[in-house]
T-cell receptor, first 108, second 112 residues
Framework: AQRVTQPEKLLSVFKGAPVELKCNYS??????LFWYVQYSRQRLQLLLR??SRESIKGFTADLNKGETSFHLKKPFAQEEDSAMYYC??????????FGSGTQLTVLP | ETGVTQSPTHLIKTRGQQVTLRCSSQ?????VSWYQQALGQGPQFIFQ???????GRGNFPPRFSGLQFPNYSSELNVNALELDDSALYLC???????????FGSGTRLTVV
């Protein structure tokens, strides 16, 4: 069965510390992968997509096909990074599936 | 300026009633998807429309139905409402799904 797993429901780091939000997927074929973010009182928005290999707000995500992972990383967390983060594969049926999310809190 | 607007923002309905939620997508976005987000959970895919045809459906019963119109607006209809239908309903549109989706702010539905 197709599944996306974000093992950490809550994650707290101190400002300036590195942060990694984990995402593992179990899909047939090669899904396209996205990270979406929801800041407090704001709508869900696209953070980055693996096909463009871009860096947004200092975040990057590397697709590891061997481990079927797409972890989100940032070397130096900022307080404004505090938000809910969702990993979301787009499968061959063009269906976007969201993980359960990780609530990141960056402490001062 | 995201271009996706949903109405109403909040709605209270009684069990057994029917409800229609509306979404106005960003101009030019041929694909629209609807999601249900229960409290504390990630969005769950309901269905997707491409050029007014349903082309994908999640694990939701037939009483969840939709329409997409040529003017980039769409509707989500839910019949025979149940208490468990209480959730935030999100609409998202895309020019091309590989680029990513733009989300609306959602409609909070409460079934009592």
């Amino acid at each position: 069965a197709q599944r996306v797993t974000q093992p950490e429901k809550l994650l707290s780091v101190f400002k300036g510390a590195p942060v990694e939000l984990k995402c593992n997927y179990s899909y047939s074929g090669s899904p396209e992968l996205f990270w979406y973010v929801q800041y407090s009182r704001q709508r869900l928005q696209l953070l980055l997509r693996h096909i463009s290999r871009e860096s947004i707000k200092g975040f990057t995500a590397d697709l590891n096909k061997g481990e079927t992972s797409f972890h989100l990383k940032k070397p130096f967390a900022q307080e404004e990074d505090s938000a809910m983060y969702y990993c979301a594969p787009l499968d061959s049926a063009r269906q976007l599936t969201f993980g359960s999310g990780t609530q990141l809190t960056v402490l001062p | 300026e995201t271009g996706v607007t949903q109405s109403p923002t909040h709605l209270i309905k009684t069990r057994g009633q029917q409800v229609t939620l509306r979404c106005s997508s960003q101009s030019g976005h041929n694909t629209v998807s609807w999601y249900q987000q229960a409290l504390g959970q990630g969005p769950q895919f309901i269905f997707q429309y491409y050029r007014e045809e349903e082309n994908g459906r999640g694990n939701f019963p037939p009483r969840f139905s939709g329409l997409q119109f040529p003017n980039y607006s769409s509707e989500l209809n839910v019949n025979a409402l149940e208490l468990d239908d209480s959730a935030l309903y999100l609409c998202a549109s895309s020019l091309e799904d590989r680029v990513g989706y733009t989300f609306g702010s959602g409609t909070r539905l409460t079934v009592v």
